[in-house]
T-cell receptor
C-alpha cells in the first residue's frame, strides 16, 4: 500500500514535444507528491511538487496534473529540450510536515529528448 | 548554493568488511536521511535521523546498519559486515525543517565483491 507505480520505464520524445510521465498510488493518506529529476552521477533534485487539494500545478514548462479520485498524478514537460534528458521519479510522502517525511519513490522514467 | 556532499564517491569492499559512508549535510539543516538505489531500481528509504536519534527506519535497515552524527557536521552510515546485496548507490539527504524540501547529495557507489 505504500508503493507508487510509475510508467513508462523509458520515453523518447522529439525536441519541442510534450513528455508525459504517469504515477499511481494506493494509500490515500499520502499528502504530498513531489517529482524529482536525476542526471547521471547526481542525486535526485526536486523539480515540482503538489498537494492533493490542488488539481494542477505549473512551473515554467513543467506541470503536475493530479486526479485525487483516480489516485493518479502525472508530469507534463512542455516544449521538451535535450537538456531535459534525465531520469524522472515521482514520489509520495505520508504525513507531510511530520517528524520523518520519508520519500516513497516510483521506479523512475528515463527520458531522452532527441534534437 | 549550499549542497550536501558525500565521500567517497565510490567505495569497493570485500564481503564481510565494515564500511562507513560519510555525508556533510547543509549546515542549518536538522533532518537527515539515507536512501539507497540498487542499479536499475528505484530509490529506497533507509533511515531518517532527527535530534540525534533515529526517527524512522525501513525493513532494509537491520542490525548491520547504523547511523551517527559524530560532530555536528558529519552524518555517517555504517554497514558492519557487508553483503553482496548491499552493492548500491547510497544517497544522503537533509532538510531544514518539517515542511521543507529534502536536498540530496551526489551519492556513494558501494561495490561489494
Amino acid at each position: 500500500q505504500q508503493q507508487v507505480k510509475q510508467s513508462p520505464q523509458s520515453l523518447i520524445v522529439q525536441k519541442g514535444g510534450i513528455s508525459i510521465i504517469n504515477c499511481a498510488y494506493e494509500n490515500t493518506a499520502f499528502d504530498y507528491f513531489p517529482w524529482y529529476q536525476q542526471f547521471p552521477g547526481k542525486g535526485p533534485a526536486l523539480l515540482i511538487a503538489i498537494r492533493p487539494d490542488v488539481s494542477e500545478k505549473k512551473e515554467g514548462r513543467f506541470t503536475i496534473s493530479f486526479n485525487k479520485s483516480a489516485k493518479q498524478f502525472s508530469l507534463h514537460i512542455m516544449d521538451s529540450q535535450p537538456g531535459d534528458s534525465a531520469t524522472y521519479f515521482c514520489a509520495a510522502i505520508l504525513n507531510y510536515g511530520g517528524a520523518t517525511n520519508k520519500l516513497i519513490f516510483g521506479t523512475g522514467t528515463l527520458l531522452a529528448v532527441q534534437p | 548554493e549550499p549542497e550536501v556532499t558525500q565521500t567517497p564517491s565510490h567505495q569497493v569492499t570485500q564481503m564481510g568488511q565494515e564500511v562507513i559512508l560519510r555525508c556533510v549535510p547543509i549546515s542549518n539543516h536538522l533532518y537527515f536521511y539515507w536512501y539507497r538505489q540498487i542499479l536499475g531500481q528505484k530509490v529506497e528509504f533507509l533511515v531518517s535521523f532527527y535530534n540525534n536519534e533515529i526517527s524512522e527506519k525501513s525493513e532494509i535497515f537491520d542490525d548491520q546498519f547504523s547511523v551517527e552524527r559524530p560532530d555536528g557536521s558529519n552524518f555517517t552510515l555504517k554497514i558492519r559486515s557487508t553483503k553482496l546485496e548491499d552493492s548500491a548507490m547510497y544517497f544522503c539527504a537533509s532538510k531544514q525543517g518539517p515542511s521543507y524540501e529534502q536536498y540530496f547529495g551526489p551519492g556513494t557507489r558501494l561495490t561489494v565483491t
